[in-house]
């Protein structure tokens, strides 16, 4: 189980994993490819050494406040999340550097949110997809005519006028949304005039089939937004001195 710790004293993050200590292997190039070093390691207990005397308090991670910049898949990226203590939430960076380095955590003062940058429609996928499946084949005009509308749908789209779906989408910033049953209705009654008889016929159905989880899905393109405000002045927290000691310092 993870456990996530923070310093109230230097507002230092500590994410306390099972690997913490994993003893590290040095591989020494004039060795056989065996012999192996184990070098014996404890990040916790690292920590802990420093930030002896302080205090410390386990922090609860809320759920669902994860945001990345890159793919899951991706070891050197910026993500953000937010932890509780139970009376103050605290905006928390979780990074790495070098990519032999492990992951720092630091807390930032401020706040995130996602914007979003771009709304588009997926034309190029639409294209093949249309390829694929409509026989006789559209001509290009017919094609062009397809996407120009579709694209002109969404122009100004508000993206609260549209429903997200509820799949995870493969990068974290990108997330696709159906269409509306209104849009859905403008693009039918405008699909007449582009195509007629069997080819309307096909056009409907294609549109049918891909606008809950196809092609006809809209992407749109999430930005990380940061707010940073000033760093407060933090009451000095004191440090774990057993009350009577505290009262012989002061005496002296
Ligand atoms: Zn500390």
């Not at 099972?18 to 192996?36: N, T």
């Not at 002896?52 to 070891?75: A, C, M, R, W």
């Not at 699909?191 to 992407?219: M, P, S, T």
């Amino acid at each position: 189980m993870n456990q996530l710790i923070r310093c109230k004293n230097c507002d230092d993050i500590f994410m306390k994993t099972p690997f913490d200590q994993f003893p590290e292997y040095e591989w020494e190039p004039d060795r056989a490819q065996e012999d192996f070093r184990s070098l014996p390691r404890d990040d916790f207990r690292d920590f802990l050494t420093h930030h002896q005397g302080h205090h410390l308090e386990n922090l609860k991670i809320i759920e669902d406040s994860f945001v990345s910049e890159k793919t899951y898949s991706e070891p050197l990226k910026t993500s953000f999340f937010k932890a509780t203590n139970g009376k103050e939430i605290f905006v928390i960076k979780k990074f790495r550097e070098k990519i032999d380095e492990p992951l720092k955590y630091q807390v930032i003062s401020g706040d995130f949110s996602l914007k979003c940058a771009s709304i588009e429609i997926q034309w190029e996928e639409i294209s093949k997809q249309l390829k694929r499946e409509i026989k006789p084949l559209l001509s290009q005009t017919q094609l062009d005519a397809f996407l120009k509308l579709y694209r002109h749908l969404f122009k100004n789209i508000d993206i609260q006028d549209l429903e997200r779906v509820p799949e995870d989408s493969p990068h974290p910033l990108e997330i696709y949304y159906k269409i509306s049953d209104v849009h859905l209705a403008y693009l039918l009654r405008n699909c007449r005039n582009i195509f007629k008889g069997q080819e309307y016929l096909a056009i409907e159905e294609f549109i049918h089939r891909h606008k809950d989880d196809g092609v006809l899905l809209l992407k749109a393109t999430y930005q990380i937004q940061l707010t940073e405000i000033a760093k407060k002045k933090k009451k000095p927290v004191p440090a774990s001195v057993p009350l009577e000691k505290e009262k012989l310092i002061k005496k002296r």
